[in-house]
């Protein structure tokens, strides 16, 4: 079993930065990805970003993807997400997610966790 605990969540102001961490514990090697995605009550889930924790290969959402990024440390096994650059519009719940493959990108993953909070306020 996979746990998965997320950090870093607050509020900021518009224009600011925020740095989210997930670490995983029981940590499985099959693990091979790890993303971040994030949702807004009343609003479908939104994947953010995506590492394939075996190379390091990204993708990310394109709206996103000049402003956030995501790296991983494979001794702590943990993956970040460093945004920077929020917007209002960013304020959702972040929550992390880790699967054998990365197949299920933007849709569904296997292990999840609780989410933290970014609220960007104008």
């Known amino acids: 079993q996979v746990q998965l605990v997320e950090s870093g969540g607050g509020s900021v102001q518009s224009g600011g930065s925020l740095k989210l961490s997930c670490a995983a514990f029981?940590?499985?090697?099959?693990?091979?990805?790890m993303a971040w995605f994030r949702q807004v009550p009343g609003k479908e889930r939104e994947g953010v970003a995506v590492?394939?924790?075996?190379?390091?290969?990204?993708y990310y959402a394109d709206s996103m993807k000049e402003r956030f990024i995501i790296s991983q440390d494979n001794v702590k096994k943990t993956v970040f997400l460093q945004m920077n650059s929020l917007k209002p519009e960013d304020t959702a719940m972040y929550y992390c997610?880790?699967?054998?493959?990365?197949?299920?990108?933007?849709?569904?993953?296997?292990?999840w966790g609780q989410g933290t909070q970014v609220t960007v306020s104008s």
């Open positions: 997610a880790a699967d054998f493959t990365c197949v299920g990108w933007p849709i569904n993953f296997h292990y």
């Open positions: 029981g940590y499985s090697e099959s693990i091979q990805c």
């Open positions: 590492i394939y924790t075996g190379g390091g290969t990204n």
